[in-house]
């Protein structure tokens, strides 16, 4: 039994002021606890009739399901209802009340019969002398599992210091079967709505465990009929005053004599009809904090802001025609619009998002979805029935306790892949609230056409630790849709991703990583990993930061270099460049380092010495503004050439060593060069070289960009100091 369970009670003045202003959805009335009490007390019924107590949730259930085998609910009633009698909740009602409550919670979001009969006797193992063999011997495995995963949940005290440990234990739980965490929720449901004699302390205390783990859960688990529900009981008790007055503006706005929600969707069904489109328009309320988060954000609320009207159809080729048909018949607001359908969500939910404006100025917001979507939206997870098939051989337990569930979230997986590196509770703790804030997912595909599921703004470095673990230690870059990118990359869905990995045993991640790590794997692995070597951790890249300088008389940079450089003796000369003008030296200008066959131009500096540029070089731009008359210039038949290039890199041992080397074997003289300190992870060399050759100069840059580690190489751009 858990705490909450044990010491819940009747509504009270918090849990009970959740009033239902206006119903979010047609569902049954809920149930008189004092009378299903009364039910539960006359025991089971005979063997070929279903006990009266449980007559709701069966009449929820067939809702759902209407040819299911209602058999094991009849007896797994009978077995907790005689195990739990005598036991009493403190409000007075006996206890089977609970788990029915649960039960019917369950039902109504449409689970299938062994989640409900697990649910009905989710407390007897830990609370009566029912054993699990007796559960599978009655049952079968699938509900014994179930139970047996949600009594180690309850066994474990909510305490302060044992909340990490708790939710450890639900993660792995729940990635064995998701169904335990419905059951959970159902369970935390039940509870919070009758939470309101507790101690206040107490009523904060397992709130604040409400609202910053089990709902982004119910979030991630698709199940918003339980998280709306849940965020406004946790909103009434942490937050009363606020919530009174959300409660005054919803009460308010019901007393209006308009509603434009309701205009709105009236003449919304007028178009549909003229449209020939079968559709459902209904008015969906928004629940408190919803209201609340609005009225944040806009200010003075209208009565189109209280709601959203839904629109729900027979097919998925509908949604667009409905959509059509509203933004060529009303005024869209285009801003507003997201295609759930097209890219669903992490957390199965798919639907048309857009918002109309009426003449006065009211936006309405509008969702349009199929009546199977609006099932799965509504209870996620839980809708999906029992994701095993009835082979035997399938459904039995492999020997590590794992089975592969085929509708656990990718993000699951990625929790229980974490959750056993890190390296205390604390770090689990705060990492899992980290975690479970991001509220959508990406897709980013692999070369191999493989998939990886990431957060939201997950970078490089993460796709690189979900695809490589620790090994991703090693990775110098990547490509993202066939272009080098740097790790820190932010990916967007649909992305492909090509992780470039070094071969280098002695690489190591850095520091900097962690500034664009975003997923617990790969914040964690990086830490361990810093944390097992301060010592390297402690020198970045000591390899990178080297410069050196060729031949004394180059320039240093690009930047350095002036239109004054002098051709060295032996290097290039003015035989090939020809010059019209007679007896006029020639020099090449170091800004723009221009080789054949660029495009070059000329003007005349002192000494009668021309300088040539590379036509777009921005020094051409500034002389000519100045008034300075160009000379004609042209290549000549030496093909000799001197130039500068940049070479863009990833941070790794030995990179300058491997890249000098591979420029001397395409024939390059090294004049100067310079290699900038590096930065995130990325690092700039500049070389100005002599080929004997200009044609050698696709070559080389080729032979360079394929050093490890080099993501580009380019001729240096025209610089715009100096000319």
Known sequence: ?????????????????????????????????????????????????????????????????????????????????????????????????????????????????????????HDTVEDTDVTLDQVGEEFGAEVRFLVDGVTKLEKVDYGAAAEPETFRKMLVATGNDVRVMSIKLADRLHNMRTLGVMRPEKQARIAKVTRDVLIPLAERLGVQALKTELEDLVFAILHPEEYEHTRELIVENASRADDPLAEMAEQMRGVLREADIPAEVLIR????????????????????????????????????????????????????????????????????????????????????????????????????????????????????????????????????????????????????????????????????????????????????????????????????????????????????????????????????????????????????????????????????????????????????????????PGGRSAANVLVDRAGASVRLAGCCTPVPPDEVTGFSVRGGVVTVHRVECAAVARMKGAGRAEVGVRWGETAECRVTLVAESFVRPHLLADLTEAMAQEGAEIVSATVEPPTQQRVRHTYTVQLPDAAQLPGLMRAMRNVAGVYDVTRAQPQTQGA
């Open 285 to 568: 309320p928004r629940h408190f904090v919803s209201v609340h988060r609005v009225s944040r954000k806009r200010g003075r609320l209208r009565g189109a802001d209280f709601g959203r009207l839904l629109v729900l159809v027979n097919e998925d080729a509908d949604c667009y025609g409905v959509l059509g048909e509203l933004h060529t018949c009303m005024t869209p607001v285009v801003s507003e619009f997201k295609d759930f359908i097209a890219v669903p969500k992490f957390n199965l939910y798919q639907s048309l998002h857009t918002a109309v404006a009426r003449e006065d100025g009211q936006v309405t917001e509008v969702l349009i979805r199929t009546h199977q979507m609006h099932k799965a939206a509504e209870a996620g997870v839980v809708a999906l029935g029992n994701p095993y098939t009835p082979s035997a051989e399938e459904q039995a337990v492999a020997g590590d306790g794992e089975r592969a569930d085929p509708t656990r979230p990718g993000w699951l997986s990625r929790l229980l892949d974490w959750q056993e590196a890190a390296p205390d509770p604390d770090t689990f703790w705060s990492t899992l609230r980290e975690d479970l804030a991001q509220d959508r997912e990406i897709t980013v595909f692999r070369p191999d056409g493989g998939t990886l599921g990431l957060p939201e703004g997950a970078t490089c470095v993460d796709a690189a630790y979900a695809q490589y673990g620790e090994d991703a230690h090693a990775c110098i870059g990547a490509r993202v849709n066939g272009r080098l990118a740097t790790l820190s990359t932010v990916l967007r869905d649909g992305d492909t991703v090509q992780l470039l990995m070094g071969q280098d045993p002695a690489s190591e991640p850095s520091r900097e990583w962690l500034e664009h790590a975003h997923t617990p794997a790969a914040r964690i692995a990086i830490q361990r990993w810093l944390a097992a070597h301060p010592a390297q951790a402690a020198v970045e890249a000591k390899d990178a930061g080297v410069a050196f300088r060729g031949e004394a008389e180059g320039p240093t940079s690009p930047a350095a270099a002036g239109e004054g450089s002098v051709v060295r």
């Open 1 to 121: 039994m858990s705490a909450e369970a044990a010491n819940s009670a009747t509504p009270g003045p918090v849990a009970g002021a959740v009033p239902p202003v206006v119903p979010r959805r047609k569902t049954r009335a809920r149930i008189d606890l004092r009378r299903l009490g009364r039910a539960a007390l006359l025991g089971p019924a005979s063997r070929d009739r279903l006990p009266d107590a449980i007559g709701h949730v069966v009449d929820a259930h067939r809702a759902h399901h209407p040819d299911a085998d209602l058999e094991p609910l009849r007896r797994a009633y009978v077995l907790a209802e005689s195990s739990h009698r005598g036991q009493m909740r403190k409000s007075g009602e006996p206890y089977i009340t609970h788990p029915l409550a649960v039960t019917l919670i369950l039902a109504e979001l449409g689970a299938e019969t062994t989640t409900l009969t697990a649910s009905l006797l």
